[in-house]
């Protein structure tokens, strides 16, 4: 079962990608693409957008929606419905900076929505960050950029009633940290708590489009994690095609890695339930003009 899931992930993600790509290639200057379309065509408007990064992340929670309808738009995934009576559209992203940034773009201009959220998991940078711990970012820093207050209020009794919950610093990097010795370190350096790959581009196009914006991350990894050696091979390989092929080795020359990835899902599966159940509780409270959480 964990063999097909690998497999079958990979090639649904390479096949998408080589759609993106398609999708991308078809306008010259001047003319007008299925992107453009689709990113400038107004759909009704949503109280609140989930940009998720991955199907993994974003799956437990779409799930959960009122009146779910899904669509494949040309820079993301979309999952529309309704939770506790408001409106929502969750919208899968892709990994990486210029993916998430590029849909925020699409959602806001197709949706004006009233909040935009970035979500999905972070590697803690604290051992005080457990797995399974909520970050919610009262900050977002990339390595070279300033930091992005986030401007959002959440009573003080609440923060110190849930105890897995935690407020401060994300920072976004373009790559995995995977060593612990690194995660400290960018933890030290920048003072914060987690790291991940998407937050600070969609906190910019939110800044500028002026429109509301919340982060709310589950730590996958806590800061003495390590991944497998076939995980990071694999991370560090630029296209899903090159992905499988690291992996197909992998359990070729070691089918005990079976086990590995069997315990990755498992991890991943458990922070996607946590965050999804987080999020059905904090974003009816969003209100629509304050900025404030009931």
């Known amino acids: 079962m964990m063999l097909r899931w690998i497999l079958s992930d990979l090639i649904r993600q390479t096949a998408y990608q080589k759609v993106t790509d398609a999708v991308s290639s078809l306008g010259e200057p001047g003319s007008r693409d299925q992107h453009q379309d689709d990113s400038t065509r107004e ?6 957008a989930v940009l998720m990064g991955t199907n993994l992340e974003a799956d437990d929670f779409a799930s959960s929606l009122e009146g779910r309808s899904t669509t494949r ?25 210029q993916a998430s940034g590029r849909a925020a773009d699409d959602v806001i201009a197709m949706h004006h929505p009233d909040w935009v959220v970035s979500a999905g998991f ?22 070279q950029g300033d930091p992005l207050v986030v401007g959002f209020q959440i009573d003080p009794q609440v923060i110190a009633a849930m105890r897995h919950l935690h407020v401060g610093r994300l920072v976004t990097v373009q790559q995995p940290v995977r060593l612990p010795t690194a995660r400290r370190e960018l933890g030290e350096q920048y ?19 002026k429109t509301r914006f919340l982060s709310v991350r589950v730590i996958a990894d806590q800061v003495d994690d390590r991944m497998p050696i076939e995980v990071e091979r694999m991370m560090a390989k630029s296209s899903w095609a090159a992905k ?7 359990l070729l020359k070691r089918p005990s890695s079976v086990k590995d990835w069997w315990h ?29 959480t009931a």
Do not use: N, W, Y
């Not at 003072?191 to 489009?209: F, I, K, N, S």
């Not at 499988?244 to 992998?250: E, S």
């Not at 990755?264 to 209100?287: C, H, N, V, Y």
């Open 43 to 48: 759909l009704p408007p949503c109280e609140i």
């Open 73 to 97: 738009c040309a820079s993301f995934v979309e999952h529309a419905g309704t939770v506790a009576g408001r409106s929502l559209v969750v919208a899968e992203t892709g990994t990486g900076a």
């Open 122 to 143: 972070a590697a803690a940078l604290r051992p005080e960050l457990r797995r399974g711990h909520i970050l919610m970012a009262d900050q977002v820093v990339e390595p």
């Open 191 to 209: 003072d914060a708590l987690a790291a991940d790959m998407e937050t600070a581009a969609v906190a910019q196009v939110c800044a500028r489009h």
């Open 244 to 250: 499988l092929g690291v992996v197909t080795g992998a």
């Open 264 to 292: 990755l899902q498992q991890q991943a599966l458990q922070a996607s339930d946590r965050l999804a159940e987080f999020l059905r509780g904090i974003l009816p409270q969003l209100t629509g003009q304050d900025g404030k």
